[in-house]
T-cell receptor, first 113, second 113 residues
Framework: TQLLEQSPQFLSIQEGENLTVYCNSS?????LQWYRQEPGEGPVLLVTVVTGGEVKKLKRLTFQFGDARKDSSLHITAAQPGDTGLYLCAGDKQGGNTGKLIFGQGTTLQVKP | GAVVSQHPSWVICKSGTSVKIECRSLDFQATTMFWYRQFPKQSLMLMATSNEGSKATYEQGVEKDKFLINHASLTLSTLTVTSAHPEDSSFYICSASTVYEQYFGPGTRLTVT
């Protein structure tokens, strides 16, 4: 069974600080996805990383896929209050591309002005 | 981008009654739809996978007779929670998948009293 361990589970920082969220597994994934979820809403896809060692940037967010495709990280530079939310990593539970996603436990980010 | 809607967005029902939740892909045809459940302060858990015209496949531990899924067309899937009990209170989220992407609905908050 594929598992995704996300850390930290909760992060409270001041505006302007940097942060990194980690998503780790002992299993290999064909790809990993990062989502952001607001309270009472469905998750919204931020990025999909596919190639081992890949780095993708989305404005102040940098996503990295581990060389062995077992882990990923999300780094936010100069966090802003608008970044507050639940960040989830997800991967295909069967390691391929079935669409059946397993999610990490999530990281609740609070950015204080 | 692709839009997935859910109806209702929230529902309160009495214990023992049944509730139907609709999931629609508004501007695309989905090859597969998925149903997830999210308890408060927890991550999303896959419940079942449904394909148009065929029986849904359920994840281990999910009662297929309690959570009835009907996938009548390429744009509509329904989840019926039968004989609901307070422990079924949760946030139910569907997603609709094409070959390339998976799009999540906004979720349905179910409260069973």
């Amino acid at each position: 069974t594929q598992l995704l361990e996300q850390s930290p589970q909760f992060l409270s920082i001041q505006e302007g600080e940097n942060l990194t969220v980690y998503c780790n597994s002992s299993s290999v994934f064909s790809s990993l996805q990062w989502y952001r979820q607001e309270p009472g809403e469905g998750p919204v896809l931020l990025v999909t990383v596919v190639t081992g060692g890949e780095v993708k940037k989305l404005k102040r967010l940098t996503f990295q896929f581990g060389d062995a495709r077992k882990d990923s990280s999300l780094h936010i530079t100069a966090a802003q209050p608008g970044d507050t939310g639940l960040y989830l990593c997800a991967g295909d539970k069967q390691g391929g591309n079935t669409g059946k996603l397993i999610f990490g436990q999530g990281t609740t980010l609070q950015v204080k002005p | 981008g692709a839009v997935v809607s859910q109806h209702p967005s929230w529902v309160i029902c009495k214990s023992g009654t049944s509730v139907k939740i609709e999931c629609r892909s508004l501007d695309f045809q989905a090859t597969t739809m998925f149903w997830y459940r999210q308890f408060p302060k927890q991550s999303l858990m896959l419940m079942a996978t449904s394909n148009e015209g065929s029986k849904a496949t359920y994840e281990q531990g999910v009662e297929k007779d309690k959570f009835l899924i009907n996938h009548a067309s390429l744009t509509l899937s329904t989840l019926t929670v039968t004989s609901a009990h307070p422990e079924d209170s949760s946030f139910y989220i569907c997603s609709a998948s094409t070959v390339y992407e998976q799009y999540f609905g906004p979720g349905t908050r179910l409260t069973v009293t």
